[in-house]
């Protein structure tokens, strides 16, 4: 079992950033590709971001490429998502997600959720 905990949503105006955490406990967190997701009001999840465990490498959603940033500390057992120039459409409760698959973008081939934190920017 892997446990995971989102923080650092909140209230920020367009064109500002945030760094979301995502911390992890239970089983090998080296051993996992790591993931972000959203989901807003009536739409379904979105893959935004994810950074596989075995090569390091990352890959992002068209929407937030060039804005925001995944990262890794394994020693701390942390994933981080440092979003910048946030519009209002990224408005959504944002998860992190824990898997093995290397098919980084479908929402179910990952098998461990955090309950998500919340992301509203204001226009």
């Known amino acids: 079992q892997v446990q995971l905990v989102e923080s650092g949503g909140g209230l920020v105006e367009a064109g500002g950033s945030l760094r979301l955490s995502c911390a992890a406990s239970g089983r090998t967190f080296s051993g996992y590709t790591m993931a972000w997701f959203r989901q807003a009001p009536g739409k379904e999840r979105e893959f935004l971001a994810a950074r596989t465990r075995v090569a390091g490498s990352t890959y992002y959603a068209d929407s937030v490429k060039g804005r925001f940033t995944i990262s890794r500390d394994n020693a701390e057992n942390t994933v981080y998502l440092q979003m910048n120039s946030l519009k209002p459409d990224d408005t959504a409760v944002y998860y992190c997600?824990?898997?093995?698959?290397?098919?980084?973008?479908?929402?179910?081939?990952?098998?461990?959720w955090g309950r998500g934190t919340q992301v509203t920017v204001s226009s």
């Open positions: 997600a824990a898997g093995i698959s290397t098919r980084v973008a479908n929402s179910r081939n990952y098998d461990y």
